[in-house]
């Protein structure tokens, strides 16, 4: 069975950094992107950047770019999306999907990490 | 990269047919035929439905159905039911090899 196992949520104060993660499990990990996917309260999905576990390449939306990164860990099929110093408007759900390599969509999904900064 | 633009919401009675619609550019939805739909639950993992435009994976009703004109593309739920009642996302590749979102539409039966 395909899963996305996503980390779970966080409460942290502007400034603090954080590091989510992104477990796949029950398909071979190293053969499909990882992409994740912003989500800010009462508002639409946002792509924000991609990843391929096998060698790294990671591609960032222009909105993102600079703001988070994204790495993984193919030891451990795990991918990452992180922040050095986080802002009140980072809070949202942040979900992970992954991509098969040569196609252009996103067939399986995480449920997503919900990260709130507040003061 | 602006987002692609659907309806706020959509309704329809059970057993209706409805259409969402979403607009992008050429260097979106009008330049490739890599169009996808989700739906999507609150508190669940979004459900990819349409791919490639028209494509329905494994699993997807026979009641959900794609295609594009142009610079926009539709979704069209036929034979409405209760279950279907969520928020419905368009995405497209793009120029910049990235991925774009509609703003999403929520679907009332």
């Known amino acids: 069975e395909v899963q996305l196992v996503q980390s779970g949520a966080e409460v942290k104060k502007p400034g603090e950094s954080l590091k989510i993660s992104c477990k796949g499990s029950g398909y071979s990990f190293t053969t499909y992107w990882i992409g994740w996917v912003r989500q800010m309260p009462g508002k639409g999905l946002e792509w924000m950047g991609i990843?391929?576990?096998?060698?790294?390449?990671?591609r960032y939306s222009p909105s993102f770019q600079g703001q988070v990164t994204i790495s993984a860990d193919k030891s451990i099929s795990t991918a990452y999306l992180q922040w050095s110093s986080l802002k009140a408007s980072d809070t949202a759900m942040y979900y992970c999907?992954?991509?098969?390599?040569?196609?252009?969509?996103?067939?399986?999904w995480g449920l997503g990490t919900l990260v709130t900064v507040s003061s | 990269q602006s987002a692609l633009t659907q309806p706020a919401s959509v309704s329809g009675s059970p057993g209706q047919s409805i259409t969402i619609s979403c607009t992008g550019t050429s260097s979106d939805v009008g330049g490739y035929n890599y169009v996808s739909w989700y739906q999507h639950h609150p508190g669940k993992a979004p459900k990819l439905m349409i791919y490639?435009?028209?494509k329905r994976p494994s699993g997807v009703s026979n009641r959900f159905s794609g295609s594009k004109s142009g610079n926009t593309a539709s979704l069209t739920i036929s034979g409405l039911q209760a279950e279907d009642e969520a928020d419905y996302y368009c995405?497209?590749?793009?120029?910049?090899?990235?991925?774009?979102f509609g703003g999403g539409t929520k679907l009332t039966v």
């Open positions: 490639d435009v028209s």
């Open positions: 990843i391929y576990p096998d060698d790294s390449d990671t």
């Open positions: 995405s497209s590749y793009t120029s910049s090899s990235t991925w774009v």
């Open positions: 999907a992954r991509r098969q390599n040569a196609i252009r969509y996103f067939d399986f």
